[in-house]
């Protein structure tokens, strides 16, 4: 039996000798039309730590490595991909699907946002509605041949976020802290919620890390020091970036350029999912 064991067997996805119950599958079909390599999904414990710009950056890396790349904007109450990447349009179908939006290099993003009528209106949605819509991402939207697709998946470790879990076929998953959340605490829970669903943590991104002073040079811990490397050794964890709080990169999202980002904050991580898509595992 797992350590994290909650005893309800109906939720975990691990083969054990104490099962009591059948594994029930909730995994849900990709549309017959599309084919997916590699699906990350990037959690954090609560919202606005930089889920959805680290999701951001990593499709943005990953597509300029000339891998064909795709957004399932899975945080259906706050969606701000579609914004990051500037785009105005909509989605649009046909009686097969709906349609990706692209960004214009080339990344396929689905979003809530990019069906609404208008985008600033509000998801005032229940549980279960807004885990279907996700689900309707994975099994409506016509995909077509993606090599990476991340998720930008609903803050927190709930409900939603669970849902998702079971019925996507994911990867591996990218967990997003801040330094002055109770880091320890939400590490642990996403590690059980992952060692539920057997799904394989790639590493950990602490954000708005530090703030280099422009005028000195020297680095400031604003949120306080970082003890991001303890806990990820006590999970047996990889720190995979340590992003600095930077003005550009909020501006770049609030104007819809986040596809000039410049920096090699993710150089590592480009290469772990290069290379698990090369056929190497993701560990
Ligand atoms: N390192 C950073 N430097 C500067 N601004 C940042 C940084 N990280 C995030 N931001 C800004 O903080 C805001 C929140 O970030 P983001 O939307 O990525 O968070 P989130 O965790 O996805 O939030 P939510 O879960 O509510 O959607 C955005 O305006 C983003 O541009």
Redesign the pocket.
Known sequence: MSESCNQNCSSCSEDCEERKEQKIDFSEKLNQMSSVKKVIGVI?GK????????TSILAVIMNRMGYHTAILDA?VT?P?IPKAFGIKGKAEGNEFGLFPVKSKTGIDIMSVNLLLENDTDPVVWRGPIIAGTVKQFWTDVIWGDVDFMFI?MP?GTGDVPLTVFQSIAVDGIIV?TSPQELVSMIVSKAVKMAEMMNIPIIGLVE??SYFTCPDNGKDYHIFGDSHIEEIAEKHRLKVLAK?????K??AA??KGMIELFDENWFDSVAKILSEGIEGKEIE
Do not use: E
């Open positions: 954090s919202g606005g730590v930089g889920k959805s710009l680290v945080d706050g701000s930008d803050p997003v954000n708005m992003l600095p709080i930077d003005p990169i909020s999202c609030d």
